[in-house]
């Protein structure tokens, strides 16, 4: 693969954000504790403003990593929050002006342009469920009506006076943390926090399982022998192939450690045991449209199409070529009558095992020239194969 695709690509995309986010909350946590601070700008910047910009900076390298989630699911939102974030995090280590911040700065800065390079692939807009939706408006409202209750009622209670007293109290309670540095004095106030509790955490619950459920889902997949579509979303310049059999084996095997590809099969038995020799493998119909479109057919570089059902086969390819038509499919016709078929279908190159070992043993029985080391080549190739097994 070439290099500048990796580095310019949807990969680069994850990855470097993510350096972004860990190094951003390292060097914030580093310069909050720190007592002294030293660097380019220490006697220009206030000692105050380098340990604000360290909690803030802490605070923005946690905001990266969730926008991260969103750009391996290539949200739109995700790829605007990130593009405002790795100016924000340089900016911040600029002004911390420590040794540490330095390599934060840099990558920042360097992450921003491939940023820009792949606005397109983040095309995607925010698809939340009702179950995600109903969660989040149960916190946001837990936790309006807590603090709005709190502030209405905060003479009758220890030591709330400001909004935001009445917010951390909200927060603290509902998440059943509770310092005990803010208490009701009445008992209406105790009442009221009876119901801050009860309300705040069962909207903590739903949240929770908002969360927990695709992590669920995840864990379900991969027993399947299936992948996730933030997997999915990852391949490009890649190559899919089209079902599974024994043909396909050793196409695999060439395959592995050469470029990247992924095996689209219905069988779910096949495809746990591709799975847990960590090859990637969808468990569908390649004939259907929605699995190619899964698989990133769009993006790849190649199809393969090799198993013993001629059909079978012709049907994937069609679907392939449809939504791909400058894709180049490669097939293999179990049976001879079937190589014009497949190409018809819309394969670019269509190889009969059969018409080949056929034409090397003619050939070989004729003397001609090269076919015998031809013919030891790949039965070297074979005897290699048997002796692994």
Do not use: C
């Amino acid at each position: 693969m070439d290099w500048s695709r990796e580095w310019l690509g949807a990969r680069a995309t994850i990855l470097l954000p993510t350096l972004v986010a860990v190094l951003s909350f390292a060097t914030g946590v580093v310069n909050i504790g720190a007592m002294t601070i030293s660097g380019p700008l220490a006697d220009v910047v206030p000692h105050s403003a380098q340990r604000a910009a360290g909690f803030t900076g802490a605070l923005t390298g946690f905001s990266l990593l969730l926008s991260v989630v969103g750009l391996r699911r290539r949200l739109r939102v995700a790829w605007y929050s990130t593009v405002v974030l790795l100016p924000v995090s340089a900016l911040q280590g600029i002004v911390q002006s420590s040794a540490f911040a330095v390599p934060l700065v840099v990558l920042s800065l360097v992450s921003l342009p491939t940023m820009l390079l792949n606005r397109r692939r983040f095309d995607r807009e925010v698809d939340l469920s009702t179950a995600q939706l109903a969660a989040g408006a149960a916190l946001l409202g837990a936790q309006v009506y807590g603090t709005v209750g709190t502030y209405a009622l905060r003479d009758e209670f220890n030591n709330v006076s400001t909004l935001t007293d009445a917010f951390y109290y909200t927060l603290v309670t509902a998440s059943t943390v509770g310092y005990g540095d803010l208490t009701p004095a009445t008992e209406q106030a105790t009442l009221f926090a009876m119901s801050v509790v009860v309300l705040g955490t069962a909207s903590f619950a739903i949240a929770l399982g908002s969360l927990l459920g695709p992590a669920i889902e995840k864990r379900l997949s991969e027993a399947l022998g299936n992948m996730t579509e933030a997997q999915l979303e990852l391949f490009e310049n890649h190559v899919v192939v089209l079902g599974y059999g024994d043909l396909t084996e050793p196409i695999i095997d060439e395959l592995v450690g050469t470029t990247d590809f992924i095996v689209i099969t219905p069988d779910p038995d096949t495809a746990a045991r591709l799975q847990q020799r960590d090859i990637a493998v969808l468990t569908a119909d390649p004939s259907d449209e929605e699995p190619l479109e899964k698989a990133g057919i769009s993006d790849a570089r190649a199809a393969v199409a090799a198993t013993n059902n001629d059909a079978q086969d012709a049907l994937a390819i069609l679907t392939a070529h449809n939504l791909n038509p400058d894709l180049n499919i490669v097939a293999a016709a179990t049976e001879r009558e079937n190589v014009e078929k497949l190409r018809r279908a819309g394969a670019n190159t269509v190889i009969s095992p059969a018409l080949i070992g056929g034409h090397l043993l003619v050939q070989s029985a004729l003397g001609r020239e090269g076919m015998e080391n031809i013919a030891d080549h790949l039965l070297d190739i074979e005897r290699e194969e048997d002796a692994e097994i």
